[in-house]
C-alpha cells in the first residue's frame, strides 16, 4: 500500500532543494505526498538554524504533534536538517515523540532511517561528524545528496535550483552554517553539468546555481587545472533548453574578475550578484570575520559595475551585532544609501551556541534598539529600491512567467488576471496577461514603479493565429491560445 509523506520546509534555497530530493528519493520507496499531517503516515520537518525563530516554529510544531503521536504511535517523526544537526540532544529532551534526527549530511540515509522505525519503533540518529573531526573524516561524513530530480516537488518544472557545493569554510563569527553543513566541498562539474542536461530535457528553463559562497567554487580536475565557478558557467551555458542562469550566493572577496568577464559575455548568465556586505563598519566586520573592510567591499560593488554595465546587486545585513554602536550602524546606513543595491535583506542579530560569535562576544545590544535599527535601515534600502526601480521605467525587459500574482491569488481578487515573473536582474514584474503565459519568456514595457515591483504592459504584435499555428515553436503555440483568425497576442519565446 503507498505510505503518504508530509514534509514542511524552514530556511534557505539549499533546504528548499534538499526537500525536492528527500522527496524525489522517498517517492521511489513507494510514497506519495500528504498536503496535510493528518493523512500522513511519515511526517518530515526539515529544518533551519540560521536565526533562533527558525528553531522556535520548529519546536512550537512539534509540539502541537505530541498528543498526535499519543493517538497514532504508528506514525513516524522525523527532524531533518540543520537543527538535527547541531542539537539532537536538545530535540531527545524536548521532543520525545521524534522517531528520526537526520542532519544535512545524512539525507540519502532517510529511506533505511525510515524502514528501520517501522521494524523496531527505536530512535535512529543519523548524524555527520563535527568540525573539531579531522577534515577529510568530517568530509566524508557530509555527503553531496544529489540524486535523481523529481520535477512534480518544484513549485513548477520551468526553474530549479542546482548545488554545486556544499558546505562553507569561512566561518563568520556569527554563523552556524559551517558546523550544520560542514567543510566546503565542489562537486564535479560533470555531475553538474549532467544534471542541467537533464532538468533542460525535463522543459526546465532557468537554473539557480546554489553554494553557500558560490562564488569560491573550485574543482581539483586530474590534469592539475583548477575549474572556476567562470570555467563551470561557461560549461553549462551550451546546454540546449536552459534560457537563464543565475547563482547566489556570493562572498564579496572571491567575486574575481573571470567570473564577472563571464557574467557580462555570457548571454544566458543574468547580470545579478547577491553579494551579501553584512555591515558597513569596519570594527563589525572584523568581529564578524567577514575577511574585508567597507571600503573594500565599496571597490568591489564599483568592480562589479564596471565590468558588467547594468548589472544588479543584492546584499544582506545584520544589525544589532555584538558592539555595534549607534556610530557603526550609522556607518552601515551609509554604504545602504550610497549601494544602490537593488534589494537587501536585513536581519537581527540573534546569537548561535556554537559559534565564535556566542563564545566571544556578548549579545549586548537591546531587542529594542535591534528591531528600531532593522526598521531604520529598511526604509533606507526601500527608498535606494524605489530608486533603482524607477529607472526601469520605460524600459522593455524580458520576463520569465511564474504565473499569477500574489494579489491575484487573493479569494477576495475580482480584477483581471494578474501575472507575476522576473527579469534577468532578477527585478519583479507584474502584469496583466493570461495564465497560459506561465513558464514563457515574455517581452513587456515597464510603467510603472514601486520600492518591491515593477509593473508592466506585455508587448503584443498583430499575429496571423491561423497561419502561425501549423508551427511547432513556442510562439505558434501561444498563437493557438487566439480562437481568433487575427488578434494581439503577447511576443513571446520558448514553449514551457
Ligand atoms: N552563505 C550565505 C552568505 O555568506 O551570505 C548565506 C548564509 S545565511 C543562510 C543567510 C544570511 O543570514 C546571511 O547572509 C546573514 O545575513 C544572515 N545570518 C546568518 N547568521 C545569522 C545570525 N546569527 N543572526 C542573524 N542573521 C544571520
Ligand atoms: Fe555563514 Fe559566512 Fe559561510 Fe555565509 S560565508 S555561510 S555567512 S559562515
Redesign the pocket.
Known sequence: MTKKLYIETV??Q?NVLDSELVVGSLRRHGFELAHEIDTADVILFNT?S??QHAEDKIYSALGTLRGHKRRYPEKIIGVLGCMAQKDQELIRRRAPHVDIICGTGQLARLPELIAEVERTGKLQLALSLDRTESRHEVERSFESYDPLRDPSMRPNRFQAYVRIMIG?D?F?T????PSVRGPEQSRHPEYIAAEVRQLADEGCKEITLL???VNSYKYEQGDGRRLRLSDLLDRIHGTSGIKRIKFI???PRDMDDDLLDAVRDLPKVCPYL?V?A?SGCDDILRRMKRQYTADYYRDMLARCRERVPGVAISS???VG?CGETEESFERTCHLVREGGFKNS?I??????PG?K?HEHYPDDVPEEVKKRRNNDLLAIQNKVSLADHRRKVGERVEVLVEGPSKTALKADWSGPLQLTGRTMSDHIVVFEGNERLTGHLVQADIEEATAFTLFGRVVTREYDGVESASGASGEESVAQLGQRQRIQLPLVSGAP
Open positions: 530556511g534557505c539549499m533551519c540560521v536565526r562553507c569561512k563568520c556569527y554563523c552556524i552554517v553554494g553557500q559562497t550566493t556570493n562572498f547577491h551579501p553584512q544582506d545585513f545584520i551585532f535583506f536581519f537581527k542579530y540573534s546569537p548561535r559559534t560569535g
